[in-house]
């Protein structure tokens, strides 16, 4: 997977000097960086050719930010300026300069306008285009206002800007006009959904894509010469005809190729519920569905089920595509491609109690975000899957347990073969994919070759996945939970259960409250379980080991793969993963 990440570097760097590309560099805090900021949804719209490079760091400061030498990685690619353009470096600093902060904060009088005044007199020597950009405003409002705590900072930047003639990207003030139109509930829809992150100043999907786009937009103004920006649907429409990567089991035994080979007339964009059960009822060989907006399926009270044929493409135009109350079906088909859409996980509305379900029953659902069933050749790629706003801790509380509505995520089952699962944000769920749905299910032995890389566990409380029977390959995918959790807690990450054969080459798993390989890797219950071989994986930042589980898993990976070693892991998977990041980037170091 991390090799389209290269070859889209390379491809600059082979441009002739009469070609020669624009570079754009981001610096700054957490409201740029990957994760919870706007900066790689600026990248995102910039136009093909353009390199842009985030390398803003959470919690740095105009002072911090030199003092630990991440600036020294500025100047490096300031000095190696031979085959491009223009190099823009664009500096937003502020948040962590504020009081309160020990060993980031700055005075605001004399050490920070001088650190951002020293910054800009370095890219003018490198022979850069230095832009000062505002500090991106809070969301909080005082008495039906926004609170702009961050005033004297943009003002300070503003009069720097002024003063060493550096051009002014005044995000502040945009944002901050932006915000109090919109009032406070229309501005919490910026943030990380509650118990995700929810803050005032960082920002979720939704926030990225918005002051992303704001910012891209005034960076042209100020700089017409990057224009024009990319619309995200032209990017998914260049996209829809494009395989499963070789490096995958999805890309094994002649690949997957989807409805690459549709004819124009079988080139569906639909932005309706009557509109898609229309595209899927052609008699079209092969064909391309593009999902334009959010589609609710429902089919009264209950989620609507959506089957998939064979040969079919199922791609998302923009930011901003995908489905509610929908389960999509793949049932004995062969050659799907699902990508980029935002899948809010169905809630069933009548969940059945099972006395017999654990030692003390359960409530059961029925209805997956996605269900893969006796199907071959299969690549979901880029989604974005979440309970959210509906999360397991709304429900009410019947025979002692919560009444809940959620089934699977994403579960492959019934001897499915072939499938890739890559670049997904998986978030706010409790029992996220089962490979192999039983241990009665013998018939899926020599079956369940799926390959999950690059994805993004975001608080999945389990089965990210459980594995039963299957050749699963994990590689470079990035956990993140905590052991207290109010709505989420972690139980295991991944569950290595009947006859379970699976290699891991180096995830990363970030849980608050685990000590060891078993509370990340374990079996969930169930006899004769499998086995798993692990190869450079960390967990909070130590190697994992000590597993207790059987390490024979009596195959090997047979595609070639690139495996970044964990330490990168996270800025690689933040960066990518999940809807409306399709084209990869480069990831800052960490």
């Avoid at 490198?126 to 609170?147: A, M």
């Avoid at 720097?160 to 944002?175: M, Q, T």
């Avoid at 899948?343 to 509305?349: F, G, V």
Wanted: glycine content about 12%.
């Amino acid at each position: 997977m991390l090799r389209h990440v290269l070859l889209s570097l390379a491809c600059l760097t082979s441009l002739s000097a009469a070609q020669a590309a624009d570079r754009i560099i981001l610096t700054g805090d957490s409201t740029v960086a990957s994760g919870g900021g706007y900066g790689d949804y600026l990248c995102r719209r910039q136009r093909p050719g353009t390199q842009c490079l985030n390398l803003a760091k959470n919690g740095r400061s105009s002072g911090s930010f030199r003092a630990e030498g991440r600036w020294d990685e500025v100047q490096a690619l300031l000095r190696n300026s031979a085959g491009f353009n223009q190099t823009y470096v664009l500096m937003q600093f502020g948040h962590n300069d504020q009081p309160g902060k020990p060993g980031r904060s700055t005075d605001l009088v004399r050490e920070y306008p001088a650190n951002l005044a020293r910054y800009v007199a370095d890219v003018k020597a490198g022979g850069g285009v230095p832009v000062l950009v505002t500090s991106l405003t809070r969301r909080s409002f005082r008495n039906g206002y926004v609170w702009n705590d961050l005033a004297p900072w943009a003002a300070a930047a503003r009069e720097v800007a002024r003063r060493e003639g550096a051009a002014l990207l005044d995000l502040n003030a945009l944002s901050l006009a932006a915000v109090q139109e919109m009032g406070p509930e229309q501005a919490d829809t910026l943030a990380a959904p509650k118990g995700a992150g929810f803050d005032y100043t960082h920002l979720g999907p939704k926030g990225g894509r918005f002051f992303g786009d704001m910012a891209a937009r005034e960076l042209v103004r100020l700089f017409p010469a990057l224009g024009p920006l990319v619309d995200p649907a032209d990017t998914a429409r260049g996209l829809a005809r494009e395989h499963a990567p070789a490096d995958g089991w999805a890309g094994m035994e002649g690949g997957t190729q989807g409805g690459a080979a549709a004819a124009a007339g079988a080139v569906h964009t639909i932005g309706t519920r009557a509109e898609l059960l229309a595209a899927l009822k052609t008699a079209d060989a092969a064909r391309i569905i593009q999902v334009r907006g959010t589609i609710d399926m429902a089919d009264g009270a209950k989620p609507g089920v959506v089957r998939l044929p064979s040969n079919t493409t199922l791609i998302g135009l923009g930011e901003d595509a995908g489905f509610v109350n929908a389960s999509l079906q793949l049932s004995n088909v062969s050659q799907v491609i699902i990508r980029n859409l935002s899948i809010r996980n169905p809630c069933d509305p009548a969940p059945k109690w099972d006395a017999q379900d654990g030692a003390n029953g359960n409530w059961n659902s029925v209805y997956d975000g996605i269900a893969v069933s006796g199907s071959h050749h299969v690549w979901i790629d880029h989604n974005s899957f979440t309970d959210a706003p509906h999360t397991d801790g709304q429900a009410p509380r019947e025979n002692g347990m919560l009444k809940q509505c959620h089934d699977g995520a994403l579960d492959i089952t019934g001897g499915s073969d072939f499938v890739t699962v890559s670049y997904n944000h998986f978030s706010l769920h409790e029992k996220n994919t089962l490979v192999g749905a039983s241990d009665a299910a013998i018939g899926d032995e020599g079956h369940l070759r799926v390959t999950f890389a690059n994805n993004f566990f975001d608080h999945v409380s389990t089965r990210a996945p459980r594995v039963r029977f299957g050749q699963v390959h994990l590689l470079n995918n990035f956990h993140k939970g905590s052991r207290k959790h109010a709505e989420y807690a972690h139980g295991y990450s991944v569950g290595i259960a009947k006859q379970a054969r699976v290699i891991i080459d180096a995830n990363a798993y970030e849980i608050e409250g685990a000590r060891g390989c078993g509370d990340v890797l374990r079996n969930p219950g169930g006899a004769d379980a499998g086995a798993v071989l692990d190869r450079g994986s960390q967990l909070n930042g130590k190697a994992l080991v000590e597993c207790g589980l059987a390490g024979d898993v009596g195959w090997s990976v047979p595609y070639r793969f690139t495996a970044l070693p964990a330490a990168d892991v996270q800025p690689n998977v933040m960066s990518n993963a999940g809807a409306g990041r399709l084209g990869l980037l480069r990831p800052a170091p960490r």
